[in-house]
């Protein structure tokens, strides 16, 4: 890692990957087929993953490998369900002020960059606490390599369990609303669409329905 | 070597996006997404290498994982037009929930 060739590299495999994902925000904010934007947002979680790996924060990898690629791809599939398979085209007035949103939102994001403590600065706040602690300590406690792992999983165990609980919770819901089980909302709307036409003769037999 | 390869692959992520952004058929894109899942894991196996830390194979292949379930789930999608069916149909009569 001392040479600088590696470090060019690594940098142009950095600018190649945001690349892609700039490609394809560009091509989801253009696109109207919602079938699209859903395989396009697939591909845009899988290109962040490699780069969060990239970057050196496997875990928020993982993370945006298993949320972004695997589970939200069914979850908007889901809701591709209870919609319509196209997006209406907005009027080019209307999309001025989310642009120009996005635009202020980037400045300032940029403009804070500006003040971030270089990597590896001994003088950082993350350099001045207990990080250089965790760093000295975690080997000898847990034997494992990744320093971020212990962090998480062994210092602050009980905070992790209780956000994998929150994911957990928040992903039952959706699956209940989107249509993962007999009593979601997508089931719902769609044994009330069948059930229309007969809903004029007989309303006994909606009710029944949505009850059991 | 493996930094000619990562190139190679890099380009092939390209390519599949291209085909991603324009196919005309949905197929083309299921298609697309599945290779530039396979891309990825790819990209990060040599990456492990070309960085001097192959421990990036163990990540590479839970990415193989992930990608094979949504792959799945995808084409479930299309053949069922839900996701309660079960693929494996059991005796006769429950295959058309």
């Not at chain 1, 945001?18 to 290109?47: D, E, Q, W």
């Not at chain 1, 403009?111 to 602690?133: E, F, I, K, Q, R």
């Amino acid at each position: 890692m001392a040479m600088s060739e590696p470090d060019i590299g690594l940098a142009l495999v950095n600018i190649v990957l945001l690349g892609l994902l700039f490609v394809v925000a560009i091509a989801i904010a253009r696109l109207r087929s919602l079938f699209a934007i859903v395989m396009l947002s697939g591909i845009y979680s899988l290109v962040s993953a490699a780069w969060y790996v990239a970057v050196d924060a496997v875990d928020v990898g993982f993370t945006e490998a298993a949320v972004g690629a695997g589970m939200s791809t069914a979850v908007l599939l889901g809701a591709m369900l209870l919609t319509s398979r196209t997006a209406k085209p907005e009027k080019s007035l209307r999309q001025l002020g989310p642009l120009l949103v996005c635009v202020a939102t980037g400045i300032m994001l940029i403009y804070a960059t500006v003040d971030l403590p270089a990597v590896g600065d001994p003088n950082s706040p993350a350099n001045t606490g207990v990080g250089l602690t965790y760093l000295r300590v975690a080997w000898y406690d847990t034997g494992i390599e990744n320093v971020v792992t212990p962090v998480l999983g062994s210092y602050r165990g009980f905070d992790t369990l209780g956000e994998t609980t929150v994911v957990f919770v928040a992903g039952i819901a959706v699956a209940l609303l989107l249509g993962f089980g007999e009593r979601s909302l997508a089931e719902t709307i769609r044994n009330e669409d069948k059930s229309l036409p007969k809903a004029n003769k007989k309303p006994e037999a909606e009710d029944g329905e949505t009850d059991s | 070597m493996t930094a000619a390869a990562l190139i190679a692959v890099l380009f092939g992520m390209l390519l599949l996006l291209i085909r991603a952004i324009a196919g005309p058929t949905l197929y083309d894109r299921v298609l697309a997404v599945n290779s530039f899942g396979t891309k990825t894991v790819l990209a990060l196996g040599l990456l492990g290498f070309v960085m001097g830390r192959p421990q990036f194979l163990d990540i590479a292949i839970l990415y193989a994982l992930i990608n094979f379930v949504s792959t799945i789930a995808i084409l479930k999608f299309f053949r069922y037009r839900s996701f309660q069916v079960p693929l494996v149909r059991r005796g006769q009569g429950g295959g058309n929930g």
